[in-house]
């Protein structure tokens, strides 16, 4: 199988992991927005995507087992994929206003079984691609993921636009997802080649899965407790406090809320562990600890978590910051944010990926990173003075047959210009960030690893929703884009502490 062919089969499985992304993101909180769910409970929904962060818990599983007929990985990844499309056809039959909750926990099981697909998508990518491809393969993963959450993001908010657009409703936008899946499904089990009989860890089918239940179950005890006796705890420790402020009383609520959760994870997260070592759940503990046993790994894992955070941060409520703070209507956000944006993020990516065989792997670190902390402040700076500070460019109206614009309109400069500058550096800081992970991973436990690297690459994106939900109703949108750059700082110090191994990395051998 020819390079070429492998970075084609790369850029394909991107698409097929970033289309249910924004689905349960950016396009969720868009749907969510015009149904007038509000900013605080918007950022709480964006916990549905906690599957991406605890998806090393699972990912033993897809490692140790794999489906009859379509070989290693690949009956997986069609497994996953034709269950996604199932699950978005029902929460396009789902009301997110008068259904919250049941809306909420479909949005739920979407997340677990799209992190699902990106465990085995990571692992085949890795598994896939030799060192000297990986920068290059990294661009073109993240160009396709891009260019799907281009139609599920961007292309949806067009279509969703009355006046401008389709006049889509949400549910019909879901529904043509669901056939998306179904179409990458088909991809995944005919175009896909097979990868080489697996190392398999020596262990036992059935220990295996009798570890992951109580992981599942020690998980299921912590949420339990945490809905039982966490809310009083954090109420009763709080509320004095809270009771000297300003703040409205639903807004204390919300600050309560997130307290909860906080102490609910410092519960979870280590019964969940006492109970991976009980049940002997070998997998997963022999891929941690073969991780673990590299020097300087808990110093890299906590690099992973703060490299994206302040891009994360002031991404975390991107879509109703436009629409509700800004007043931009459906279809400017759906062109500039959605389509023009993702289009930078994979000339970024690309860009990236290119820079990446010059620079080497910690120099293309530390320049992209700098490059994304600086980009959030234009974000700031709009909030700070509003639409309309660089004139406006006038869009033609289009119709290409599954797009269109009704009529000419005018996209505002200032949200052009900071939108393309916070993608392109996204997208390179990215390309650059998956090669780092691919780099870390052995071998013998690539689906364990990489999705313990990449779930804690996700903390960001999905545990600062809340936080980003309460602060921006309590200091306002200048200082909240203000947060978000100062949260870039400790991974740059990070960085430079760990220039020595990262550096070492660009010439390491596979595990």
Same mark, same amino acid.
């Given at each position: ?38 900013? =605080? ?112 993001? #961007? ?5 969703? /636009? ?5 006049? &889509? ?13 179904? %179409? ?38 912590? +949420? ?16 004095? &406090? ?31 562990? @006492?109970? %991976? ?21 808990? =110093? ?10 302040? /891009? +994360?941060? +002031? ?38 990926? =290119? ?29 700070? #003075?509003?639409? #309309?500070?660089?004139?406006? +460019?006038?869009?033609?109206?289009? /119709? ?28 390179? #800081? ?32 999905? @545990? ?7 602060? %921006? ?14 949260? =870039? ?7 430079? @502490? ?14």
């Amino acid at each position: 199988m020819g390079r070429l062919y492998r970075l084609l089969v790369v850029t394909l499985l991107g698409f097929a992991s970033g289309l249910p992304l924004a689905l349960t993101g950016q396009a969720m909180q868009a749907w969510l927005t015009t149904a007038g769910v509000d900013v =605080a409970t918007i950022g709480f929904l964006a916990l549905v995507g906690l599957p991406y962060t605890f998806k090393f818990l699972w990912a033993p599983l897809l490692d140790r087992f794999e489906l009859p007929g379509l070989g290693r990985r690949r009956g997986w990844l069609v497994a996953t994929q034709l269950l996604l499309a199932a699950l978005l056809m029902a929460l396009a039959a789902t009301s997110p206003s008068s259904a919250t909750r049941a809306f909420a926990l479909l949005a739920l099981a979407i997340a677990f079984v799209s992190a699902s697909q990106d465990v085995v998508i990571d692992a085949y990518r890795t598994e896939l691609l030799p060192a000297p491809e990986r920068g290059l393969g990294a661009s073109l993963n993240v160009a396709g993921y891009r260019l799907a959450m281009i139609v599920s993001g #961007g292309l949806a908010l067009i279509w969703t /636009d009355a006046q401008q657009g389709g006049g &889509w409703t949400w549910p019909e936008v879901y529904r043509l997802m669901a056939a998306l899946m179904v %179409a990458a499904a088909a991809a995944s089990a005919l175009l896909l080649p097979r990868l080489p009989p697996a190392n398999r860890p020596p262990t036992r089918g059935l220990r295996e899965l009798g570890g992951f239940a109580a992981v599942l179950a020690a998980v299921a005890l912590g +949420a339990l407790l945490t809905e039982r006796l966490g809310a009083g705890a954090a109420r009763a420790l709080l509320a004095p &406090w809270l009771a000297t402020t300003t703040l409205p009383a639903a807004l204390q609520g919300r600050w309560i809320d997130l307290a909860t959760l906080l102490g609910g994870l410092a519960l979870t997260l280590p019964l969940a562990a @006492w109970a %991976a070592r009980r049940a002997r759940f070998q997998t997963l503990l022999d891929g941690l600890h073969d991780y673990f046993a590299q020097p300087g790994a808990a =110093a890299m894992l906590l690099l992973i978590v703060l490299y994206k955070l302040g /891009d +994360a941060f +002031a991404g975390s409520l991107l879509t109703p910051f436009l629409l509700k703070g800004m007043g931009y209507a459906l279809a400017e956000v759906g062109v500039v944010n959605k389509l023009i944006g993702l289009w930078m993020t994979i000339a970024g990516a690309l860009l990236g990926g =290119a820079l990446m065989l010059r620079l080497g792997l910690w120099r293309a670190l530390m320049l992209f990173g700098l490059l994304q902390m600086a980009s959030n402040l234009g974000f700031w700076w709009l909030a700070q #003075g509003g639409r #309309g500070q660089l004139g406006a +460019a006038l869009l033609p109206a289009f /119709d290409w047959g599954f797009v269109k614009l009704a009529q000419a309109t005018p996209v505002d400069g200032g949200l052009l210009l900071v939108v393309v500058l916070e993608n392109l550096s996204g997208g390179m #800081g990215t390309a650059a960030f998956l090669a780092l992970l691919m780099s870390l991973c052995s071998q013998r436990f690539t689906a364990t690893q990489f999705a313990l690297l990449s779930a804690f690459a996700s903390i960001g994106r999905v @545990w600062v929703g809340p936080l980003a939900g309460v602060l %921006a109703e309590t200091i306002g949108w200048p200082g909240f884009f203000v947060l978000s750059t100062l949260f =870039a700082l400790p991974a740059l110090a990070m960085l430079a @502490w760990l220039r020595t191994p990262i550096r070492a990395l660009e010439q390491a051998p596979t595990r």
